[in-house]
């Protein structure tokens, strides 16, 4: 981000007087540079996000370095906030995207962490090559493989598949149920084959988000591997998850599971296995 703020101030002074041209009043709903400064200087979130929200139609130079350093503050609320208000003001965000582009294939963790909050809030899609190569990188800490995954989740686009596909196999836990979430929430996504290995996950939260994932997809190839987990995951939440989806998927085959799973020990597995049973055909 070396100079960015500089370099950002003189598009700001273009887009200035393209809005004083336009008209004389560019203030936000109430919003001034030295409200969102000292909103910063409370260290509070809430006010910090407060006031750059009330500066949404504001457009002023002063604003720009402080809304640049929050894109890296270390507070994912602020950083998405701050990104929020760049996406408003196109120009701004083009400059502030490419530098942070260019920080994805060697920036450290932080560095990839704050470049992938901004180009997933702000959509800007062609960055997708560059987060679909960032994934691959070995070197870099689970608090950017999340941000790689929240940007193409939030992108919601399939030309992230793969930034997905690869989370899920990643040796942080948090990665991989936040890549399997992901994956559901692609628009025009066709299928949950790539979430089905991971019903065999060592850990129970993976387990639980694809089950609730496959259910909510209906992957019908995932129904064996859902009967044998709602009677035999030593998971409540798991078996609670395969005892929904199965219900989703609807195939009477799963009938003779879901029965067994009506005398769980969980009274919550018993009661959704119950409502399961009742939407087979």
Known sequence: MKNI????????????????????????????????????????????IAEVERAEGLMCEACIQTLTNLTEDARYEVREVAAWWFAKRPALKDMLASQFASDLPQGGTIKVRNAADFLGRTKTYTALPQLRAAIHRNDLGAEAKLALVRAVGFMAHTGGNEVLTTAMADADASVRVAAIVAWRDMLGQQTAQPVVASLGDQDAKVRAAAAAVVGNMTEQSARGTLEALVVQDPDSTVRRNAAWALGQLGNAGSRTALLQATGDNSGLVRGVAKAALAGLH
Do not use: F
């Open 5 to 48: 703020g500089t370099k950002i101030a003189a598009v700001a002074v273009l887009v200035l007087v393209l809005v004083l041209a336009s008209s004389a009043a560019y203030a936000g709903k109430g919003g001034s540079a030295a409200a969102i400064q000292a909103a910063v200087s409370s260290t509070s979130t809430d006010a910090i």
